[in-house]
């Protein structure tokens, strides 16, 4: 069996296939991963989606912590909320005690 051209074209093909779709369910889960590294590095898009790099990002107003607010986006391309890395203008967030 060793060496058995048909039989390594087979499982060849299949693991090509195998991580194409790997890949595919990868980019769709990607987003819902909390942890997930940032791809801004590895693009060098510093004004990109930190989850997929893609610059479709859409404002959808602003998430507070308990000391800063920062500006929030809507990825388009991976469907994901992200929040800018710096605070905006607005300073930290003034709490009640
Ligand atoms: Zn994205």
Request: hydrophobic residues 30%; charged residues 25%.
């Amino acid at each position: 069996m060793s060496g058995h051209v048909p039989s390594i074209n087979y499982v060849v093909k299949h693991c090509e296939q195998d991580v194409l779709v790997l890949e595919a369910v990868y980019n769709k889960l990607r987003r819902l991963d909390g942890c997930h590294p940032n791809v801004q590095v590895f693009y060098g898009k510093p004004d990109g989606c930190p989850r997929c790099g893609s610059e479709h990002l859409e404002s959808k107003g602003y998430r507070a912590t308990q000391l800063y607010v920062y500006q929030k986006f809507f990825c388009k391309a991976c469907k994901s909320y992200v929040r800018s890395t710096k605070p905006t203008l607005m300073g930290p967030r003034v709490t009640k005690r």
